[in-house]
């Protein structure tokens, strides 16, 4: 699974089909010697209320095809084929992170992260627009590894910064592995300060916020180990915004560039009021928009530039419904875990860019770490009834252990 995530963000810069394809293929090759694998050797199969919500989306899509209720039959039929991929790297996810194999999965994801927005930044000074200094990529700057969208990158950073946060607070104030995860965190911040991405930097924001403050009011840790954690952090930071730069970011902040966004989301909700039942057709949001476009500047618009909007266009208001109530139950978790904020920070990025609806593989990503968040709530849910004081004891002890 770690080596088919990093294939689907290495390579999302590849517009053609057959490298998605490819992925595709290889999910459900795994499913299948799954599969061979329970009927071989027959173990517990892990089971959580998220299914309902994830099997329904293609199930929608399928419903769409066969009442005849999409403009463009090929795109319905490849976004029920990407929901149904979503679906089994959930499930795939569920069944093999356990304890021992999620919390190695977590680290790998932390390193993986820091080390993408390493190259990433340093690519983005040196390589003239090329995708790892030897593809050309179509721009002349702003292109972050594999990322030639700064939105998107950040997208996929702010999944990764709360497993970094989570480290952070523990131990002393200069704790090795607290300052390890600390110096990663600022890496990874200054480098979406680098892409100036203004709602990725905002919500990082958020993350730290939200992550000390709820560490400190479960008891997780002191308030003073906190504040230390903050210091380090922000010094760190700083300094590495400072390396990289900050000066565009502020640029695009004191930007009102915000029609374009908005004349998009007005044309959305026209379309969403005209076929509010079933939508346009899973995957069909590019075709059906230019008769309703309140502009035309030459440029193909490709996107809602609000995966939420999209999604309810797409899909009709029982669509939007259907990922609504995901959110509805992965929010509790989420928040209780702290590392899975990263996870509602994506949804709320999902408001304002399109992180999700274009580039599949960072669809590839949430939905395994969503996979990995339902394992670990359902291996609570296991141990919630304790038989006697030594086994409540350990669940105590194991609730305040560190995930990474």
Request: glycine share 6%; with cysteine.
């Amino acid at each position: 699974m770690a080596l088919l995530l990093s294939y689907a963000v290495l390579t999302l810069w590849i517009e053609e089909r057959w490298a998605w394809s490819l992925f595709q293929f290889a999910v459900f090759t795994a499913a299948t010697c799954w599969a061979v694998r329970q009927l071989w050797r027959p173990s517990p199969v892990a089971a959580s209320v998220w299914l309902v919500p994830l099997c329904a989306a293609p199930v929608w899509g399928l419903l769409q095809l066969v009442l005849h209720q999409t403009v463009y039959r090929w795109a319905t039929w490849s976004a029920v084929l990407n929901w149904t991929t979503y679906l089994v790297l959930f499930f795939l996810s569920l069944q093999i992170f356990q304890r021992s194999a999620r919390h190695w999965f977590l680290r790998f994801a932390l390193y993986f992260g820091f080390g993408l927005s390493v190259l990433s930044t340093v690519q983005m000074f040196t390589s003239g627009g090329r995708i790892f200094w030897l593809f050309p990529s179509g721009r002349a700057a702003f292109v972050l590894g594999p990322f030639v969208y700064r939105n998107q990158y950040a997208a996929f950073l702010e999944m990764i910064l709360p497993l970094a946060l989570w480290q952070a607070p523990r131990g002393s104030a200069w704790d090795r592995r607290g300052f390890a995860a600390g110096v990663m965190a600022a890496s990874m911040f200054a480098s979406v300060v680098a892409a100036a991405s203004r709602a990725g930097t905002v919500l990082m924001c958020l993350e730290i916020i939200a992550v000390l403050l709820l560490a400190v009011s479960r008891g997780m840790v002191s308030g003073s180990a906190v504040a230390r954690s903050f210091a380090k952090f922000a010094v760190v930071a700083v300094v590495f915004a400072a390396i990289v730069g900050w000066n565009v970011l502020w640029l695009r902040f004191r930007q009102t560039d915000h029609t374009v966004r908005s004349d998009l989301l007005v044309s959305s909700l026209t379309m969403l009021r005209d076929r509010p039942t079933m939508g346009f057709g899973l995957g069909n949001w590019p075709r059906a928009y230019p008769q309703y476009a309140l502009f035309d500047d030459g440029t193909y618009v490709n996107q809602a530039h609000n995966d939420w909007a999209q999604w309810a266009v797409e899909g009709g208001v029982p669509f939007f419904l259907i990922l609504l109530s995901l959110v509805a139950m992965v929010f509790p978790s989420a928040v209780r875990s702290l590392w899975g904020i990263g996870l509602l920070s994506v949804w709320a990025h999902c408001l304002v860019d399109y992180p999700l609806a274009q580039r599949p593989g960072l669809g590839a990503w949430f939905f395994v770490l969503l996979g990995v968040l339902a394992g670990a709530r359902t291996h609570r849910a296991a141990g919630a009834r304790p038989r006697d004081a030594d086994s409540r004891a350990a669940i105590v002890k194991n609730a305040n252990e560190v995930p990474v």
